[in-house]
């Protein structure tokens, strides 16, 4: 079996899911350290609109694009857990269509530091 090369937009979807029901909450919001870990949010979100937040399901992922330097924000939901993050950060999944040709564990592994 010989491999086939993809782009990576071909493997990938953004997540436009948000929290417009507001289903989740405060205790729901998360924030990435620069070790790609999730983690429950340091910032203070009393009284911020959580409407406009994206939802996270387990195996999906997230770029914070405001990072710099030699680490990025990527971290990748391997919980059985929802979550909510920021609107300015960005989130991706594997495309259906595509779970047969990349997992995303394997995605994510291969891109730690």
Known sequence: MGLTKYKLGELIELVLDI?????????????????????????????????????????????????HGKRIGFGYNNSDNTFIISWNNIAFRIKPSMKEVVLADYLYNNHKD
Do not use: C, H, W
């Not at 029901?21 to 203070?44: N, S």
């Open 19 to 67: 929290n417009s029901e507001l289903l989740y909450g405060q205790d729901d919001v998360r924030g990435m350290t620069i070790t790609k870990e999730i983690i429950p949010t340091k910032a203070d979100v009393t009284g911020t609109d959580l409407s406009r937040f994206l939802v996270v399901k387990p195996g999906e992922f997230i770029y914070n694009p405001r990072t």
